[in-house]
């Protein structure tokens, strides 16, 4: 069955002849201005801010707080030959945080050492055992966290009574209660006045390279984009301006090891978009913190020896097929697992909780219910949530701290550790806070829809004005479109497993391919259903020629969904309605009808429609027809003239002619089929030209004459032959039609 995911919100309406004024000088067409439009870019300023992000524009690293004290310390550091420690995250932000860290004091000649905590043995954030160790048996003088820091009280304050300062750069949410470090350089600090609050943490390193070099050094921000990118923070305002740039130099790398990772990824170093940074080199430098020890990835994205730079990046491609095969292990593991209830909580002993969170999100876009998925180690299970729009797992789970170990997250995502006896009980409030904010669990995710496309005017060249507003990501995401009205002229699927589905679609003149991720199993359903689908737009490069591609995000039936399964194997669904022997065998309040025998008779007609008819029919969502036809008097037709004139012939030579024992060979000397002959022989009998006792049919030679068509029995094979030949030949949607006709 074609469902759909999201909640459509389909923007319309027409734009403003200034704005258009506007547009056309810039060589956009109207749907690309109307998202300018749409997303509050509409005067001139803005446009040329919007289209042409430029590094002059960046605001001043010292409206961020702290940032003058933080930079006297460093610079002190380097002065006095003081050992310094870049203490980072296990994720690609914390990666490239710290790179672009390490990169800047590498250039003023400072002795720094970089750190990158372990998921598995050290956490997330500043570890005291870790600040121990460095400070007493590596002599660090000062320490500068990158993407952490401001939830680290305890080994910051150990660190500080010590005499080694810490520096924290950080973009987290910042907790009631801040760390007592020498400086905290925050974009959301309360003392802070810097204008934009949105950077990742390798933005506030990069703020602060750029306060220590005193210069913007461009050729870090390839890491920057990574950064920014993998991070999910708003892609606006001064990220959209290091990301555009970042992207055109990380097309250009001379990185020794991003070379290697995006070649080893498949990289086209031609067409570096955010969608590489999202799809091919942040997953694999996640997959090392996922799986293993982090901190190889600050050698391959600041070291410059190519043998090594290879070795690493083969070993973090190896990592990143590792971990797409133990989630899917899990993810089928899981699948097996999953209730009913309106909350999924599932653990097992046996999996790698670096990828719970992934698979976690994978399970929720299944199921449209939040998920919780637990790795148990002996009594405690550590793991990942994913919840849909509807429920707020931070708000849901924040205030049952005698749950939880540790806990924390934010409205759709949140991790947790907890001891098994706990499960239930968090299960329980789960449920507890869908009832005591009554939430309507079946609400949908909303789908910002930008337009309507016509695909008849769709081009290549349109596709490439869109291409003007990237890059896309959070609060700037790339844009959705409708198309309605459309024919499928081929739909079939594609990909290992064939999970993959891929469409031909035609409107008027023009004939446009789509691609639909996991729906290859709907090849027959969109083959014969009419749909609206939801689509971004791009273009396909194959053998020199670029084509238009939809990249479809989601799909909606048009009425009913017909099925035709006549000539298909195809299994149907447990609880659905069933049509068999002229009565409909289950509810009809089922939202699947499957018409698995077509009526033997008027009266299974009459009452096949009448269930369709039926206010119940409301809810019906999708109907099989299968039509088995046992007796096929389509086949052999209601009988004609000739044949009627043969068989009273033949008969009216037999006083008596045995019905039970010759009546195949009186069928075959007149080849007349079978089937059809019995139906004959009761034609005549109800005519009275006949009589049939005992099984001998005797011939009424003084019958009146009458004309075959005043049988019923006739006239009953003839409507019958007329519903067979719609239920085995004509359209599904003939056939629907026919049904639901008054």
Same mark, same amino acid.
């Given at each position: 069955m074609i469902q759909t995911k999201y909640e459509w919100m389909l923007s319309e309406g027409t734009l403003p002849d200034e704005f258009l004024k506007l547009i056309k000088k810039e060589k956009l067409d109207t749907l690309t201005g109307k998202i300018l439009y749409d997303r509050g870019i509409r005067d001139a300023e803005k446009i040329e801010h919007f289209l042409r992000p430029n590094l002059e524009d960046l605001y001043d690293p010292f409206l961020l707080?702290?940032?003058?004290?933080?930079?006297?310390?460093?610079l002190k550091a380097i002065e006095t030959n003081q050992k310094i420690l870049v203490y980072g995250d296990y994720d690609a932000d914390g990666m490239t945080a710290a790179s672009v860290m390490k990169t800047a004091l590498d250039e003023l000649g400072a002795e720094v050492e970089v750190y990158l905590p372990n998921r598995f043995t050290d956490g997330y954030g500043p570890n005291l055992e870790v600040y121990q160790y460095f400070i007493n048996n590596e002599a660090i003088d000062l320490i500068i966290t990158v993407d952490n820091g401001v939830a680290g009280n305890e080994a910051i304050a150990w660190a500080q009574n010590q005499g080694v300062d810490v520096i924290i750069t950080d973009h987290h949410a910042m907790p009631d209660q801040l760390p007592e470090a020498y400086a905290i350089v925050h974009p959301e600090h309360a003392e802070s006045t810097y204008p934009f609050k949105f950077l990742a943490g390798v933005g506030v390193a990069f703020k602060v390279a750029c306060a220590l070099l005193e210069y913007v050094p461009r050729e870090m921000l390839d890491l920057v984009a990574i950064g920014t990118i993998a991070d999910m923070v708003s892609l606006t305002d001064e990220n959209r301006i290091l990301v555009a740039h970042g992207l055109k130099i990380l097309a250009q790398t001379e990185r020794a090891g991003l070379q290697e990772l995006m070649q080893y990824a498949g990289v086209d170093f031609d067409k570096v978009t955010e969608e590489t940074v999202g799809f091919q080199i942040a997953p694999r430098l996640n997959a090392l913190g996922r799986l293993d020890d982090p901190n190889p990835a600050i050698e391959l994205l600041t070291g410059w020896d190519e043998d090594e730079a290879h070795e690493i990046a083969k070993m973090i491609d190896q990592k990143n097929s590792e971990r797409k095969e133990i989630v899917e292990e899990i993810y089928q593991q899981a699948v097996t697992m999953l209730t009913?209830?309106?909350?999924?909580?599932?653990?097992?002993?046996?999996?790698?909780?670096? !990828?719970?969170?992934?698979? /976690?999100?994978?399970?929720?876009?299944?199921?449209?219910?939040?998920?919780?998925?637990?790795?148990?180690?002996?009594?405690?299970?550590?793991?990942?949530?994913?919840?849909?729009?509807?429920?707020?797992?931070?708000?849901?789970?924040?205030?049952?701290?005698?749950?939880?170990?540790?806990?924390?997250?934010?409205?759709?995502?949140?991790?947790?550790?907890?001891?098994?006896?706990?499960?239930?009980?968090?299960?329980?409030?789960?449920?507890?806070?869908?009832?005591?904010?009554?939430?309507?669990?079946?609400?949908?995710?909303?789908?910002?829809?930008?337009?309507?496309?016509?695909?008849?005017?769709?081009? !290549?060249?349109?596709?490439?004005?869109?291409?003007?507003? /990237?890059?896309?990501?959070?609060?700037?995401?790339?844009?959705?479109?409708?198309?309605?009205?459309?024919?499928?002229? @081929?739909?079939r699927s594609m990909g290992k497993d064939n999970s993959h589905l891929k469409l031909r679609l035609t409107q008027g003149k023009q004939q446009v391919e789509a691609v639909y991720f996991n729906h290859g199993a709907e090849a027959l359903e969109f083959e014969q259903v009419d749909t609206k689908l939801a689509v971004n737009l791009s273009t396909?490069?194959?053998?020199?020629?670029?084509?238009? @591609?939809?990249?479809? @995000?989601?799909? #909606?039936?048009?009425?009913?969904?017909?099925?035709?399964?006549?000539?298909?194997?195809?299994?149907?669904?447990?609880?659905?309605?069933?049509?068999?022997?002229?009565?409909?065998?289950?509810?009809?309040?089922?939202?699947?009808? !499957?018409?698995?025998?077509?009526?033997?008779?008027?009266?299974?007609?009459?009452?096949?429609?009448?269930?369709?008819?039926? #206010?119940?029919?409301?809810?019906?969502?999708?109907?099989?027809?299968?039509? @088995?036809?046992?007796?096929?008097?389509?086949?052999?037709?209601?009988?004609?003239?000739?044949?009627?004139a043969k068989l009273y012939k033949a008969i009216y030579q037999f006083p008596e002619f045995d019905v039970r024992y010759k009546l195949k060979s009186l069928a075959d000397y007149l080849n007349i089929p079978h089937l059809l002959l019995i139906k004959m022989i009761k034609i005549f009998e109800e005519l009275d030209f006949v009589t049939i006792e005992n099984?001998?049919?005797?011939?009424? #030679?003084?019958?009146?004459?009458?004309?075959?068509?005043?049988?019923?029995?006739?006239?009953?094979?003839?409507?019958?032959?007329?519903?067979q030949e719609l239920f085995a030949l004509a359209p599904v949607k003939e056939i629907y039609q026919k049904l639901i006709e008054k």
């Open positions: 707080h702290d940032m003058e004290k933080a930079i006297t310390r460093i009913g209830d309106p909350v999924e909580v599932l653990y097992h002993e046996d999996w790698h909780k670096g !990828v719970l969170g992934i698979v /976690a999100g994978r399970l929720l876009e299944q199921t449209h219910k939040p998920v919780v998925m637990l790795a148990k180690e002996g009594e405690i299970l550590k793991g990942s949530a994913r919840s849909i729009e509807a429920f707020n797992i931070f708000d849901a789970l924040n205030s049952h701290h005698e749950l939880f170990i540790a806990f924390g997250g934010h409205k759709q995502a949140a991790g947790m550790t907890l001891t098994l006896d706990h499960v239930t009980a968090l299960k329980q409030a789960m449920l507890d806070y869908i009832e005591h904010e009554n939430l309507d669990m079946s609400l949908k995710s909303s789908l910002e829809l930008s337009g309507r496309c016509d695909l008849e005017a769709l081009s !290549v060249e349109q596709i490439r004005s869109l291409q003007k507003l /990237a890059p896309y990501g959070m609060d700037h995401p790339k844009p959705y479109f409708l198309v309605e009205n459309y024919k499928v002229v @081929q739909s396909n490069s194959w053998n020199g020629n670029t084509t238009v @591609q939809l990249m479809v @995000q989601d799909a #909606k039936a048009v009425g009913i969904e017909l099925i035709d399964a006549r000539s298909q194997g195809i299994n149907f669904p447990e609880k659905a309605g069933v049509f068999v022997q002229n009565e409909l065998k289950h509810d009809i309040m089922e939202d699947v009808l !499957v018409v698995l025998e077509a009526p033997t008779n008027l009266a299974g007609f009459s009452l096949l429609k009448q269930a369709l008819q039926a #206010k119940a029919a409301q809810n019906l969502k999708m109907i099989y027809f299968k039509n @088995q036809i046992e007796d096929t008097y389509y086949l052999t037709g209601g009988g004609n003239r000739e044949q009627f099984g001998l049919m005797s011939v009424n #030679k003084t019958a009146e004459k009458r004309e075959i068509s005043e049988s019923k029995i006739y006239q009953e094979l003839q409507e019958i032959v007329k519903m």
